[in-house]
């Protein structure tokens, strides 16, 4: 199972880009895991955005993040989302999505190696 990023693509400085994140597999639930939002900028460390717990919709986000990102799921569509608002040249990175076990939520942004899942990404450009 992987899970696909999809929605990035280039952003003007102060725009908006919705990433999704959907499950390569029929009958895969996202809303089984915890999903989390990574980012790996160009010559930098794999960095934790925000992630969603599986039970109680709890959310976490990195604190230079938080004031502009929103991480949402919609179980109907089997699917988590990422808003990105007043996006910056520094949110320039791949973005990609990851299951965890519910074990890791309350440290989820800092465990990108424990994922269970996870995908390709999807390469967020932003640039005037």
């Known amino acids: 199972v992987q899970l696909q990023a999809s929605g990035g693509g280039e952003a003007q400085p102060g725009g908006s880009l919705r990433l999704s994140c959907a499950a390569s597999?029929?009958?895969?639930?996202?809303?089984?895991?915890?999903i989390g939002w990574f980012r790996q900028a160009p010559g930098k460390e794999r960095e934790g955005v925000a992630c969603i717990s599986d039970t109680d919709g709890s959310t976490y986000y990195a604190d230079s993040l938080k004031a502009r990102f929103t991480i949402s799921r919609d179980n109907d569509k089997n699917m988590v989302y990422l808003q990105m608002n007043n996006l910056k040249p520094e949110d320039t990175a791949i973005y990609y999505c990851?299951?965890?076990?519910?074990?890791?939520?309350?440290?989820?942004?800092?465990?990108?190696?424990?994922?269970?899942?996870r995908g390709q990404g999807t390469l967020v450009t932003v640039s005037s």
């Open positions: 597999r029929f009958g895969f639930r996202l809303d089984d895991y915890v």
């Open positions: 990851a299951a965890l076990t519910h074990r890791w939520v309350r440290v989820c942004l800092s465990v990108p190696n424990r994922v269970t899942y």
